[in-house]
């Protein structure tokens, strides 16, 4: 019986009061640091995407030299030999392959986070305007913290939508599908110059 009665007297209570100034500093605060969080999402992108850019240099540097050395007419390499390069493009092609997956894992990690980050932020954003709006048409500090409360002040870390990844599924299908036709060009390449 006194549990009832416990009961009844908490849905009769107001909702708690939040200074406006608590408030609006609270999701000042939040705003602040997922805003920092996404430029620091947005540097570290940066930096991945340079590192895959100067991989993809590298492995093309080396695929010319690859390439210009097969051109030359020799009397060394001949047809039986051909497995030679192929397997050295085969091993080749596996470690920059292995790179480029772990690379692109990172930038798309990044990615996510960042997108996780901005729509915090945007939901942060939105709250805070609600706030300010509510600041300005009360009366009394009451209306302000009970408007505060009826608007749930709390703002929880966003996710994307499920189809967001489908956008990475896209990225590594198209650098990969591009990767083993490289591939492909090369070991035909090798075995049409040593044999042809």
């Excluded at 009832?4 to 408030?23: M, V």
């Excluded at 705003?31 to 993809?56: C, G, P, S, V």
């Excluded at 051109?71 to 091993?91: D, E």
């Excluded at 945007?122 to 500090?141: D, M, N, P, Q, Y």
Aim: net charge positive.
């Amino acid at each position: 019986m006194a549990d009832h009665d416990e009961e009844e007297t908490h849905h009769h209570q107001r909702p708690p009061y939040i200074p406006k100034e608590t408030a609006l500093q609270a999701l000042n605060t939040i705003i602040q640091l997922h805003f920092e969080k996404t430029l620091e999402k947005k540097r570290a992108i940066d930096n991945q995407k340079k590192k895959l850019h100067n991989l993809f240099t590298l492995f093309f540097i080396f695929l010319a030299i690859v390439f210009a050395s097969l051109s030359q007419p020799s009397g060394r390499l001949q047809c039986r030999h051909c497995w030679a390069p192929i397997c050295f493009l085969s091993f080749s092609h596996l470690i920059f392959y292995i790179s480029v997956a772990q690379t692109l894992r990172c930038i798309n990690g990044f990615k996510y986070q960042r997108c996780c980050h901005k729509l915090t932020l945007g939901l942060a954003t939105e709250k805070l305007r609600f706030v300010k709006a509510v600041a300005a048409s009360a009366v009394g500090e009451e209306e302000i913290s009970a408007a505060a409360a009826a608007g749930d002040l709390e703002v929880p870390y966003q996710e994307p939508s499920e189809s967001y990844l489908g956008k990475f599924k896209r990225n590594w299908a198209l650098h990969f599908g591009f990767l083993i036709l490289l591939y492909v060009f090369f070991v035909s390449f090798s075995v049409v110059v040593l044999c042809f």
